[in-house]
Antibody, heavy 120, light 113 residues
Framework: EVQLVESGGGLVQPGRSLRLSCAASGFTFGDYAMHWVRQSPEKGLEWVSLINWNSSRILYADSVKGRFTISRDNAKNSLYLQMNSLRPEDTAIYFC?????????????WGQGTLVTVSS | DIVMTQSPDSLAVSLGERATINCKSSQSVLSSADNRNYLAWIQQRPGQPPKLLIHWASIRESGVPDRFTGSGSGTDFTLTISSLQAEDVAVYYCQQHYGAPLTFGGGTRVEIK
C-alpha cells in the first residue's frame, strides 16, 4: 500500500525557515518523480515544486523560486522541502504527491498534508 | 502559465442523477507528439487529501468506479458522474499535466440535492 506521510509543519514567523519532510513507503521511491503541492482557501491548489527520480530535473513555481529548495534521499525513501524567507502568503497545507513515472506530471497519490502557518 | 477555468463553482444533484463539470484551459493541452490530452481530474472529499480519478482526459485510475467519465479535447473538457452516490460528495478539480507550472482549476463543489 502506497503511503506518503508529511511532517515538519507548524507556526513560524515571517522571514524564518522551515523544513518539511515526506516519508514514502509501499513503492520503489527512487523510480518516481515527486512533487510538493500546497492548498489554501485564498489560492486553492497550487503546485510548488517537482523533483524527478534522480534529482537531475528540478522545477519550481515562480512564487517560491529562490526561497524554497526541494530535495530527496532515495536511500531513505524521503522527500524534503526547505522553505526560507517565509511569507504570510506561504500559509497553506503542504502535500507531497507521487508522480506516475520517473519525471511525470501526473500526481497519482497524495499524502495527508502538513499545515504551515506563517504569522507574527 | 496555462489557466484552468471550471464551471460551475458548485452544483447540487439528486442521488442517482447525473452531474456534469466543465473545465476549460487557456491553451490547448493536446500534444501533437502523441495525440494525448494532458488533463487530469482530481477528487477531494471533505477532510481528505486530493485523489486522482482520471488522467489523459479519459483514463480512469485503477479502482475508480465507471460512473466517472472524462471527455473532451484541446481546451474543453468534461467530467460526468452518471449516477451520483453519497460518497461522491466532494470538490472536483481539473489539472493540466501538459507542462510546468502544473495548474489547477478552482474546483467544483458537488453536493446532494
Amino acid at each position: 500500500e502506497v503511503q506518503l506521510v508529511e511532517s515538519g509543519g507548524g507556526l513560524v514567523q515571517p522571514g524564518r525557515s522551515l523544513r518539511l519532510s515526506c516519508a514514502a513507503s509501499g513503492f520503489t521511491f527512487g523510480d518516481y518523480a515527486m512533487h510538493w503541492v500546497r492548498q489554501s482557501p485564498e489560492k486553492g491548489l497550487e503546485w510548488v515544486s517537482l523533483i524527478n527520480w534522480n534529482s537531475s530535473r528540478i522545477l519550481y513555481a515562480d512564487s517560491v523560486k529562490g526561497r524554497f529548495t526541494i530535495s530527496r534521499d532515495n536511500a531513505k525513501n524521503s522527500l524534503y522541502l526547505q522553505m526560507n524567507s517565509l511569507r504570510p502568503e506561504d500559509t497553506a497545507i503542504y502535500f507531497c504527491a507521487k508522480g506516475s513515472g520517473s519525471g511525470s506530471y501526473i500526481l497519482n497519490f497524495w499524502g495527508q498534508g502538513t499545515l504551515v502557518t506563517v504569522s507574527s | 502559465d496555462i489557466v484552468m477555468t471550471q464551471s460551475p463553482d458548485s452544483l447540487a444533484v439528486s442521488l442517482g442523477e447525473r452531474a456534469t463539470i466543465n473545465c476549460k484551459s487557456s491553451q490547448s493541452v493536446l500534444s501533437s507528439a502523441d495525440n494525448r490530452n494532458y488533463l487530469a481530474w482530481i477528487q477531494q472529499r471533505p477532510g481528505q487529501p486530493p485523489k486522482l480519478l482520471i488522467h489523459w482526459a479519459s483514463i480512469r485510475e485503477s479502482g475508480v468506479p465507471d460512473r466517472f467519465t472524462g471527455s473532451g479535447s484541446g481546451t474543453d473538457f468534461t467530467l460526468t458522474i452518471s449516477s451520483l452516490q453519497a460518497e461522491d460528495v466532494a470538490v472536483y478539480y481539473c489539472q493540466q499535466h501538459y507542462g510546468a507550472p502544473l495548474t489547477f482549476g478552482g474546483g467544483t463543489r458537488v453536493e446532494i440535492k
